[in-house]
């Protein structure tokens, strides 16, 4: 089964500062996608970024980007210029990319999540 | 992506009752999955759902205690049976299609348990 861990239980950064959250994960999988949500207080669970393994190019959107570590399954997040409205908890998440029956490899694993604090 | 709404947002219920939480979404997509959060924990899946079948459950979870329904490729709904304050939990759908690679949620219904 696979596992994903967040090693980092609270982080906080500055306005304007960048801020990277970490993510490692265990599968035997080749294939896989791999995703960063965030959940404000409002508990709207949004995906902030995704990326596939087997793409070697870490994605990018906008002020949020990844450095995926395939060899060492790694997949952290980093926020630059944190702004006030990007404090929330940070879930990374892991899916196969392999269809099972019945959408069963579709379902999502997820981190524990790190609660991230900006700070004016 | 897809817009999801959920009803309730919220609710209070008492144990040893019953709540049916609903989930729609805007397009016809292929998976609908029910996740539950405890406070202050990650998400948790608890079945997913598809259209004309049985919904398939994750170990923990059994359709006695969560029965889902998914009558069409839009709407899902899962009833919290015989509730108990463990119960208390933000409910979660979402929802992914074929050659869509995230889920996209719903915005949970908290329910507390009395």
């Known amino acids: 089964a696979q596992t994903v861990t967040q090693s980092q239980p609270e982080m906080s950064v500055q306005e304007a500062e960048t801020v990277t959250l970490s993510c490692t994960y265990d599968t035997s999988e080749s294939d896989y996608y791999l995703f960063w949500y965030k959940q404000p207080p409002s508990r709207q669970m949004i995906l902030v970024i995704r990326q596939e393994a087997y793409k070697q190019q870490n994605a990018t959107e906008n002020r949020f980007s990844v450095n995926f570590q395939k060899a060492a399954k790694s997949f952290s997040l980093k926020i630059s210029d944190s702004q006030l409205g990007d404090a929330a908890m940070y879930f990374c998440a892991y899916r196969s990319a392999e269809v099972g029956s019945g959408g069963s490899n579709y379902k999502l694993t997820f981190g524990k999540g790190t609660l991230l604090t900006v700070n004016p | 992506s897809a817009v999801i709404s959920q009803k309730p947002s919220r609710d209070i219920c008492q144990r040893g009752t019953s709540l049916t939480i609903q989930c729609q979404v805007d397009s016809q997509v292929t998976m609908m999955f029910w996740y539950r959060q405890q406070p202050g924990q990650s998400l948790t899946l608890i079945a997913t759902a598809n259209q004309g079948s049985e919904a398939t459950y994750e170990s923990g979870f059994v359709i006695d205690k969560f029965p889902i329904s998914r009558p069409n490729l839009t709407f899902s709904t899962l009833t919290v049976s015989n509730m108990s304050p463990e119960d208390s939990s933000i409910y979660l759908c979402?929802?992914?299609?074929?050659?869509?690679?995230?889920?996209?949620f719903g915005p949970g219904t908290r329910l507390t348990v009395t």
């Open positions: 979402s929802v992914a299609a074929l050659r869509m690679e995230a889920q996209y």
